[in-house]
């Protein structure tokens, strides 16, 4: 007799969308529905992730009238105060969320959501998985997580809890995020030429990109500042570059300070603020390389979606970038926070087509290799099954940290 599906409820904030967002949307539109039903909840309908998710026909509960408890500290004292205030109704509403909903477990995916949920989600009696994407530093992970998650699954061994306030010893796993292997690759040379023309650029340009969220720790200055060194050492070579993103909802401007810091520099016609693009696989073919110069970032997923296409990846050594790279094999790793480390790399890739083409096809290789959906939904559905008590269904079980 088979056994009951595991309903799994997903909370999301809704203001922003970013990678955390795509690699959880992706874990459930690949779940089989006879064994998990996923409902997915958006406390801030009609923004960024309810738009991404009435375009790609995905079904969710709006829950307008619930308050999230930010994190951010840029959000405003009186909204936090407001909401802290308001946070035992709000909590005893998802209470009577998740009873009507007759939820097993809620996987929750960001700093916001975990601190909003994690509580009521233990008094309602259902079982939290928490999805660690960010700084293994973060006090929710290292406190809140220990007292209430019934596990917890980082992104990467980076991002595991620095300093837990109880031991995680088997409630602890790490799992890369799921990817899609890209169906093709668009023409690359195609892809350029679109950016050309859009942009009203000299048709030799070449273009290095900027991925993701507009936020500190993805550092988009230090982008800026790459660009511009790289300039000034080769100041005949046209290139341009294109930051693809949006400054986090409630965080700081950053695409003003951008452009700000790119006129500052003398270097405002070489920086372009592209925005949010979707798809974007035309975009990710269409740079000759991909600077990443995050600190603490957990496991991008850009980086992985760029190799995955076979655009070249420069990134700071620091975080889990050197989880996904192998330094002047499938990319390259740079000094942190060092735009200047960014020149000799981009310069080899640049001006030596036999390189790019090295490092593109062993960073292409590598990734469809190592990365894809099913692993990543075998792994979460293991530990849906561990943690309910369930037998694990027939399938290579994550291992435990």
């Given at each position: 007799?088979?056994?009951?599906?595991?309903?799994?409820?997903?909370?999301?904030?809704?203001?922003d969308?970013?990678?955390?967002?795509?690699?959880a949307?992706?874990?459930?539109?690949?779940?089989?529905?006879?064994?998990?039903?996923?409902?997915?909840?958006?406390?801030?309908?009609?923004?960024?992730?309810?738009?991404?998710?009435?375009?790609?026909?995905?079904?969710?509960?709006?829950?307008?009238?619930?308050?999230?408890?930010?994190p951010?500290?840029?959000?405003?004292?009186?909204r936090q105060?407001?909401?802290?205030?308001?946070?035992?109704?709000?909590?005893?509403?998802?209470?009577r969320?998740?009873?009507?909903?007759?939820?097993?477990?809620?996987?929750?995916?960001?700093?916001?959501?975990?601190t909003?949920?994690?509580?009521?989600?233990y008094?309602?009696?259902?079982?939290?998985?928490?999805?660690?994407?960010?700084?293994?530093?973060?006090?929710?992970?290292?406190?809140?997580?220990?007292?209430?998650?019934?596990h917890?699954?980082?992104?990467?061994?980076?991002?595991?809890?620095?300093?837990?306030?109880?031991?995680?010893?088997?409630?602890?796993?790490?799992?890369?995020?799921?990817?899609?292997?890209?169906?093709?690759?668009?023409?690359?040379?195609?892809?350029r030429?679109?950016?050309?023309?859009?942009?009203?650029?000299?048709?030799?340009?070449?273009?290095?990109?900027?991925?993701?969220?507009?936020?500190?720790?993805?550092?988009?200055?230090?982008?800026?500042?790459?660009?511009?060194a790289?300039?000034?050492?080769?100041?005949?070579?046209?290139?341009?570059?294109?930051?693809?993103?949006?400054?986090?909802?409630?965080?700081?401007?950053?695409?003003?300070?951008?452009?700000?810091?790119?006129?500052?520099?003398?270097?405002?016609?070489?920086?372009?603020?592209?925005?949010?693009r979707?798809?974007?696989?035309p975009?990710?073919?269409?740079?000759?390389?991909?600077?990443?110069?995050?600190?603490?970032?957990p496991?991008?997923?850009?980086?992985?979606?760029?190799?995955?296409?076979?655009?070249?990846?420069?990134?700071?050594?620091?975080?889990?970038?050197p989880?996904?790279?192998?330094?002047?094999?499938t990319?390259?790793?740079?000094?942190?926070?060092?735009?200047?480390?960014f020149?000799?790399?981009?310069?080899?890739?640049?001006?030596?087509r036999?390189?790019?083409?090295?490092?593109s096809?062993r960073?292409?290789?590598?990734?469809l290799?190592a990365?894809?959906?099913?692993?990543?939904?075998?792994?979460?559905?293991?530990?849906?099954?561990?943690i309910?008590?369930?037998?694990?269904?027939?399938?290579a079980?994550?291992?435990?940290?």
């Open positions: 007799m088979s056994q009951k599906a595991i309903t799994v409820g997903f909370p999301f904030s809704g203001d969308i970013g990678g955390s967002h795509i690699s949307l992706n874990l459930i539109a690949s779940f089989d529905r006879e064994r998990i039903n996923p409902i997915v909840f958006v406390h801030h309908p009609r923004k960024a992730l309810s738009r991404y998710l009435d375009e790609h026909r995905i079904d969710y509960v709006s829950i307008e009238d619930i308050d999230v408890l930010s951010q500290r840029d959000r405003g004292l009186g105060s407001y909401s802290a205030l308001r946070y035992p109704i709000s909590m005893m509403k998802i209470i969320l998740l009873r009507d909903h007759r939820i097993d477990i809620v996987h929750t995916n960001d700093g916001a959501i975990h909003t949920w994690a509580l009521p989600t008094l309602a009696g259902a079982k939290l998985l928490w999805h660690h994407r960010g700084d293994p530093r973060a006090r929710a992970v290292n406190v809140l997580a220990p007292l209430l998650a019934k917890v699954v980082t992104v990467s061994k980076f991002a595991q809890p620095a300093k837990p306030l109880l031991p995680l010893k088997g409630r602890l796993s790490v799992l890369h995020s799921p990817f899609k292997h890209p169906e093709q690759t668009p023409d690359r040379e195609e892809c030429l679109a950016l050309v023309r859009e942009l009203g650029l000299p048709e030799k340009t070449r273009f290095v990109g900027y991925f993701g969220l507009l936020n500190e720790r993805k550092r988009p200055l230090r982008f800026v500042e790459a660009v511009h790289f300039q000034q050492s080769n100041p005949d070579f046209p290139v341009a570059g294109l930051l693809f993103g949006t400054p986090e909802q409630a965080g700081p401007r950053l695409d003003l300070d951008t452009a700000e810091r790119a006129r500052a520099l003398g270097i405002a016609d070489k920086i372009h603020l592209m925005g949010f979707h798809p974007v696989a975009y990710m073919c269409g740079v000759d390389i991909l600077l990443v110069p995050a600190m603490s970032e496991f991008g997923r850009t980086l992985i979606e760029a190799m995955m296409y076979g655009t070249p990846v420069i990134a700071t050594n620091h975080g889990g970038n989880e996904a790279i192998e330094d002047n094999v990319g390259f790793l740079v000094e942190p926070e060092n735009p200047g480390a020149v000799a790399p981009m310069e080899r890739l640049l001006k030596d036999d390189e790019w083409q090295r490092i096809e960073a292409r290789t590598s990734t290799a990365y894809g959906i099913k692993p990543h939904v075998d792994g979460i559905v293991s530990i849906y099954q561990r309910l008590g369930r037998k694990p269904p027939d399938v079980t994550q291992r435990a940290h």
